[in-house]
Protein backbone atom coordinates (compact mmCIF):
# COMPACT_ATOMS: atom_id res chain seq x y z
CA UNK A 1 0.00 0.00 0.00
CA UNK A 2 1.15 3.61 -1.12
CA UNK A 3 2.68 5.73 1.96
CA UNK A 4 3.75 9.22 3.06
CA UNK A 5 6.58 10.31 1.10
CA UNK A 6 8.73 12.85 2.12
CA UNK A 7 11.57 14.50 0.45
CA UNK A 8 14.68 14.59 0.97
CA UNK A 9 15.48 11.69 3.46
CA UNK A 10 18.44 13.49 4.46
CA UNK A 11 19.72 17.12 4.38
CA UNK A 12 22.46 19.33 5.50
CA UNK A 13 22.38 22.90 5.56
CA UNK A 14 24.57 25.90 6.78
CA UNK A 15 23.14 28.81 9.10
CA UNK A 16 20.96 31.01 7.97
CA UNK A 17 20.33 29.33 4.43
CA UNK A 18 16.92 27.80 3.35
CA UNK A 19 15.18 24.93 3.11
CA UNK A 20 11.83 23.25 1.51
CA UNK A 21 10.55 19.81 2.94
CA UNK A 22 8.33 18.01 0.57
CA UNK A 23 5.39 15.31 2.00
CA UNK A 24 3.33 13.62 -0.86
CA UNK A 25 0.20 12.16 0.89
CA UNK A 26 -1.35 9.31 1.26
CA UNK A 27 -3.62 8.85 -1.74
CA UNK A 28 -7.31 10.37 -0.59
CA UNK A 29 -5.84 11.42 2.36
CA UNK A 30 -6.84 15.56 2.31
CA UNK A 31 -5.09 16.03 5.55
CA UNK A 32 -1.71 16.85 6.37
CA UNK A 33 0.41 17.57 9.78
CA UNK A 34 3.69 18.99 10.03
CA UNK A 35 6.05 17.51 13.53
CA UNK A 36 9.13 18.37 14.39
CA UNK A 37 11.38 15.72 16.72
CA UNK A 38 14.90 16.65 18.29
CA UNK A 39 17.46 14.66 19.60
CA UNK A 40 15.31 11.82 21.85
CA UNK A 41 12.42 14.44 22.08
CA UNK A 42 8.71 13.29 20.78
CA UNK A 43 7.17 14.99 18.15
CA UNK A 44 5.77 18.75 18.26
CA UNK A 45 3.12 19.68 16.24
CA UNK A 46 4.10 22.04 13.51
CA UNK A 47 1.03 22.59 11.94
CA UNK A 48 -1.32 21.11 9.36
CA UNK A 49 -3.78 21.66 6.61
CA UNK A 50 -6.98 20.43 5.60
CA UNK A 51 -8.45 20.31 1.79
CA UNK A 52 -5.54 23.12 1.34
CA UNK A 53 -6.07 25.20 4.10
CA UNK A 54 -4.60 25.38 6.61
CA UNK A 55 -6.51 24.38 9.71
CA UNK A 56 -4.39 24.65 13.05
CA UNK A 57 -0.79 26.12 14.38
CA UNK A 58 1.16 24.91 16.75
CA UNK A 59 4.66 25.70 17.17
CA UNK A 60 5.95 26.65 14.14
CA UNK A 61 8.11 29.79 14.26
CA UNK A 62 8.21 32.99 12.17
CA UNK A 63 10.84 31.71 9.72
CA UNK A 64 8.90 28.43 8.87
CA UNK A 65 5.75 28.82 6.24
CA UNK A 66 3.98 25.75 5.15
CA UNK A 67 1.68 25.07 2.36
CA UNK A 68 -0.59 22.60 1.13
CA UNK A 69 -1.40 22.32 -2.77
CA UNK A 70 -4.36 21.43 -5.24
CA UNK A 71 -2.73 17.85 -5.76
CA UNK A 72 -2.49 17.46 -1.69
CA UNK A 73 1.05 17.65 -1.45
CA UNK A 74 2.65 19.87 0.90
CA UNK A 75 6.06 21.99 1.55
CA UNK A 76 7.56 23.28 4.66
CA UNK A 77 9.92 25.97 4.08
CA UNK A 78 12.44 26.73 6.59
CA UNK A 79 14.14 30.31 6.43
CA UNK A 80 17.21 32.00 8.23
CA UNK A 81 18.24 28.43 9.54
CA UNK A 82 19.68 28.36 12.90
CA UNK A 83 21.90 25.30 14.80
CA UNK A 84 18.53 24.72 16.83
CA UNK A 85 16.27 23.70 13.94
CA UNK A 86 18.40 20.28 13.08
CA UNK A 87 15.61 17.50 13.92
CA UNK A 88 13.59 14.80 12.49
CA UNK A 89 10.77 16.54 10.78
CA UNK A 90 8.16 14.32 9.75
CA UNK A 91 5.05 14.47 7.80
CA UNK A 92 1.67 12.58 7.97
CA UNK A 93 -1.63 12.60 6.59
CA UNK A 94 -5.17 11.09 7.45
CA UNK A 95 -8.15 11.00 6.02
CA UNK A 96 -10.17 13.63 7.14
CA UNK A 97 -9.77 16.36 9.25
CA UNK A 98 -11.88 14.28 12.26
CA UNK A 99 -11.68 13.30 15.93
CA UNK A 100 -9.45 9.97 15.75
CA UNK A 101 -8.52 9.84 12.29
CA UNK A 102 -5.48 7.77 12.41
CA UNK A 103 -1.73 9.78 11.82
CA UNK A 104 -0.01 8.18 8.96
CA UNK A 105 3.72 9.02 9.08
CA UNK A 106 6.08 9.54 6.62
CA UNK A 107 9.79 8.21 6.80
CA UNK A 108 10.75 11.94 8.05
CA UNK A 109 13.35 14.12 6.72
CA UNK A 110 16.78 14.55 8.88
CA UNK A 111 17.80 17.87 8.89
CA UNK A 112 21.43 18.71 9.29
CA UNK A 113 22.05 22.83 10.22
CA UNK A 114 25.45 23.52 10.74
CA UNK B 1 1.50 21.35 31.56
CA UNK B 2 2.07 17.59 29.54
CA UNK B 3 -1.27 16.57 28.61
CA UNK B 4 0.08 13.08 27.59
CA UNK B 5 2.75 11.75 30.22
CA UNK B 6 4.60 8.81 29.83
CA UNK B 7 6.55 8.42 32.98
CA UNK B 8 8.54 5.68 31.89
CA UNK B 9 11.85 7.34 30.28
CA UNK B 10 13.62 3.96 29.56
CA UNK B 11 12.89 0.23 30.29
CA UNK B 12 14.62 -2.53 29.47
CA UNK B 13 13.49 -6.52 29.79
CA UNK B 14 14.87 -9.71 29.03
CA UNK B 15 13.72 -11.30 26.02
CA UNK B 16 10.35 -13.53 26.85
CA UNK B 17 8.95 -11.30 29.58
CA UNK B 18 6.04 -9.28 29.85
CA UNK B 19 6.04 -5.89 30.12
CA UNK B 20 3.67 -2.51 30.23
CA UNK B 21 3.74 1.07 29.34
CA UNK B 22 2.20 3.25 31.22
CA UNK B 23 0.49 6.43 29.64
CA UNK B 24 -1.48 9.08 31.29
CA UNK B 25 -3.26 11.73 29.63
CA UNK B 26 -4.85 14.96 30.55
CA UNK B 27 -7.69 16.69 28.60
CA UNK B 28 -11.54 18.65 29.67
CA UNK B 29 -12.90 17.20 26.21
CA UNK B 30 -15.56 14.54 26.77
CA UNK B 31 -15.01 13.00 23.33
CA UNK B 32 -11.17 12.11 22.42
CA UNK B 33 -9.29 9.41 21.12
CA UNK B 34 -5.79 7.74 22.12
CA UNK B 35 -3.12 6.28 19.91
CA UNK B 36 -0.17 4.10 20.24
CA UNK B 37 2.80 4.82 17.95
CA UNK B 38 6.08 2.42 17.91
CA UNK B 39 9.48 4.11 16.45
CA UNK B 40 12.04 2.17 15.84
CA UNK B 41 15.66 2.40 15.16
CA UNK B 42 15.04 3.35 11.61
CA UNK B 43 13.33 6.37 12.61
CA UNK B 44 9.95 5.77 11.21
CA UNK B 45 6.27 6.36 13.13
CA UNK B 46 4.40 3.26 13.32
CA UNK B 47 0.65 3.53 14.10
CA UNK B 48 -0.46 0.46 15.99
CA UNK B 49 -3.88 1.57 17.83
CA UNK B 50 -6.64 4.24 17.94
CA UNK B 51 -9.03 3.81 21.20
CA UNK B 52 -12.34 6.51 21.39
CA UNK B 53 -13.33 8.04 24.60
CA UNK B 54 -16.28 5.91 25.08
CA UNK B 55 -14.81 2.63 24.11
CA UNK B 56 -13.44 1.38 27.46
CA UNK B 57 -13.14 -2.36 26.38
CA UNK B 58 -9.65 -3.93 26.62
CA UNK B 59 -8.08 -5.06 23.37
CA UNK B 60 -5.58 -7.83 22.41
CA UNK B 61 -3.79 -8.46 19.00
CA UNK B 62 -1.41 -10.80 19.17
CA UNK B 63 1.18 -10.58 21.68
CA UNK B 64 0.28 -6.75 21.92
CA UNK B 65 -2.53 -5.55 24.72
CA UNK B 66 -3.95 -2.56 25.86
CA UNK B 67 -5.92 -1.18 28.82
CA UNK B 68 -7.87 1.98 28.87
CA UNK B 69 -9.12 3.45 31.60
CA UNK B 70 -10.91 6.23 31.90
CA UNK B 71 -11.65 6.86 35.82
CA UNK B 72 -7.49 6.87 35.77
CA UNK B 73 -7.25 8.54 32.40
CA UNK B 74 -4.55 5.84 31.67
CA UNK B 75 -3.93 3.63 28.48
CA UNK B 76 -1.39 1.63 29.58
CA UNK B 77 0.18 -1.16 26.84
CA UNK B 78 1.62 -4.61 27.74
CA UNK B 79 3.81 -6.38 25.22
CA UNK B 80 3.51 -10.20 26.23
CA UNK B 81 6.74 -12.64 26.22
CA UNK B 82 9.19 -9.38 24.40
CA UNK B 83 11.06 -10.23 21.29
CA UNK B 84 14.14 -8.32 20.25
CA UNK B 85 11.74 -6.51 17.31
CA UNK B 86 9.65 -4.85 20.00
CA UNK B 87 12.82 -3.07 20.94
CA UNK B 88 11.58 0.52 20.02
CA UNK B 89 10.27 4.09 21.65
CA UNK B 90 6.43 3.84 22.01
CA UNK B 91 4.61 7.09 22.06
CA UNK B 92 1.13 7.28 23.78
CA UNK B 93 -0.76 10.28 21.84
CA UNK B 94 -4.05 11.88 22.50
CA UNK B 95 -6.34 13.26 19.45
CA UNK B 96 -8.65 16.30 20.50
CA UNK B 97 -10.26 19.21 19.11
CA UNK B 98 -8.19 21.68 18.57
CA UNK B 99 -8.42 25.41 17.26
CA UNK B 100 -11.31 25.74 14.91
CA UNK B 101 -12.66 21.96 15.73
CA UNK B 102 -10.11 20.51 13.77
CA UNK B 103 -8.47 17.18 14.82
CA UNK B 104 -4.88 17.94 17.28
CA UNK B 105 -2.53 15.30 17.95
CA UNK B 106 -0.37 15.34 20.93
CA UNK B 107 2.06 13.19 21.83
CA UNK B 108 3.63 11.86 24.69
CA UNK B 109 7.16 11.62 25.70
CA UNK B 110 8.01 8.76 24.98
CA UNK B 111 9.44 4.81 26.38
CA UNK B 112 12.15 3.59 25.08
CA UNK B 113 12.05 -0.06 25.53
CA UNK B 114 15.09 -2.25 25.23
CA UNK B 115 14.51 -5.75 25.08
CA UNK B 116 17.66 -8.26 25.93
CA UNK B 117 18.25 -11.25 24.15
Known amino acids: AAGVIQSPRHLIKEKRETATLKCYPIPRHDTVYWYQQGPGQDPQFLIS???????DKGSIPDRFSAQQFSDYHSELNMSSLELGDSALYFCASSLAQQLGSPLHFGNGTRLTVT | AQKVTQAQTEISVVEKEDVTLDCVYETRDTTYYLFWYKQPPSGELVFLIRRNSFDEQNEISGRYSWNFQKSTSSFNFTITASQVVDSAVYFC??????????????FGTGTKLQVIP
Open chain 2, 93 to 106: ALSEAGSGGYQKVT
Open chain 1, 49 to 55: FYEKMQS
